[in-house]
């Protein structure tokens, strides 16, 4: 079964604000069902896409080289 997170409980995790994560979900880098209209948008994300989003932003900054 599937987990669904509101827009806040994925911002509170993330620790980032609900227009972060908007912005995230508009840009395609987050993936989510708007269960809203077009005009006011309601979105429920997925909890394992909010796990895999944060595993590869993870990932990209252990791959980075230590500051100088």
């Known amino acids: 079964m599937t987990n ?3 827009v806040s409980e994925v ?3 993330m620790r980032v604000s609900d227009h972060h994560v908007r912005r995230l979900i508009r840009t395609g880098l987050l993936s989510a069902v ?14 394992r896409a909010v796990e895999s989003y ?9 791959d980075r080289p230590p500051p100088r």
């Open 4 to 6: 669904w997170l509101l």
């Open 11 to 13: 911002a509170q995790v």
């Open 34 to 47: 708007n269960v809203g209209g077009e005009r006011r948008p309601t979105y429920r994300i997925d909890q």
């Open 54 to 62: 944060m595993n590869a932003r993870r990932t990209l900054i252990m």
